[in-house]
T-cell receptor, first 111, second 113 residues
Framework: GEDVEQSLFLSVREGDSSVINCTYT??????LYWYKQEPGAGLQLLTY?????DMKQDQRLTVLLNKKDKHLSLRIADTQTGDSAIYFCAEIHDNDYKLSFGAGTTVTVRA | DAMVIQNPRYQVTQFGKPVTLSCSQTLNHNVMYWYQQKSSQAPKLLFH???????NEADTPDNFQSRRPNTSFCFLDIRSPGLGDAAMYLC????????????FGDGTRLSIL
């Protein structure tokens, strides 16, 4: 089974906030990433957080990390139609180069 | 400006006919990766180069090989493509050091006739 788990679908109204959730494996030292993939395109790095942080904010994006529950979330404020995409949560362990991806959350923004 | 460039964006080949996909980067990154992504799935790592050191994933089929002639370029060779190899192939790069973020190209969509 996958080490990183995500909810598969999210539908949100334009202008509302989106929250995409992810759980990850037990590791004392991990970087956690959010990537966005639009149809037919590659993966765009949105943001990342180290596991000793609780929160990171970058413009409309807020990443929250609950280390106790190994839960990561990505909040997109004022969601726009251009935010419709698949969002992948991924982790890299401390001694590795390999990204472990979740299955991806398909976000659909409706007018 | 694109920093990880994959060519072509779309590639069609025949069953069993060798095909090469290319990736170039302007980031001067030490590490280059090749991923296979099938529809509605997460990318799956095939192999990566740390400088000239090649690292193959245990479950990558022998049909898939890679070359990295210099820092900027990396190629994915599929010796005898089967129908199951139709997928999006993604190249990524990262700088030296563990846990560095990976930067992806736009991918090559491979179709097998």
């Amino acid at each position: 089974g996958e080490d990183v788990e995500q909810s598969l679908f999210l539908s949100v109204r334009e202008g509302d906030s989106s929250v995409i959730n992810c759980t990850y494996t037990d590791s004392s030292s991990t970087y956690l990433y959010w990537y966005k993939q639009e149809p037919g395109a590659g993966l765009q790095l949105l943001t990342y957080i180290f596991s000793n942080m609780d929160m990171k904010q970058d413009q409309r994006l807020t990443v929250l990390l609950n280390k106790k529950d190994k839960h990561l979330s990505l909040r997109i404020a004022d969601t726009q139609t251009g935010d419709s995409a698949i969002y992948f949560c991924a982790e890299i362990h401390d001694n590795d180069y390999k990204l472990s991806f979740g299955a991806g959350t398909t976000v659909t923004v409706r007018a | 400006d694109a920093m990880v460039i994959q060519n072509p964006r779309y590639q069609v080949t025949q069953f069993g006919k060798p095909v090469t996909l290319s990736c170039s980067q302007t980031l001067n990154h030490n590490v280059m990766y090749w991923y296979q992504q099938k529809s509605s799935q997460a990318p799956k790592l095939l192999f990566h180069y740390y400088d000239k050191d090649f690292n193959n994933e245990a479950d990558t089929p022998d049909n898939f090989q890679s070359r990295r002639p210099n820092t900027s370029f990396c190629f994915l060779d599929i010796r005898s493509p089967g129908l199951g190899d139709a997928a999006m192939y993604l190249c990524a790069t990262s700088s030296k050091g563990l846990r560095q973020p990976q930067h992806f190209g736009d991918g090559t969509r491979l179709s097998i006739l």
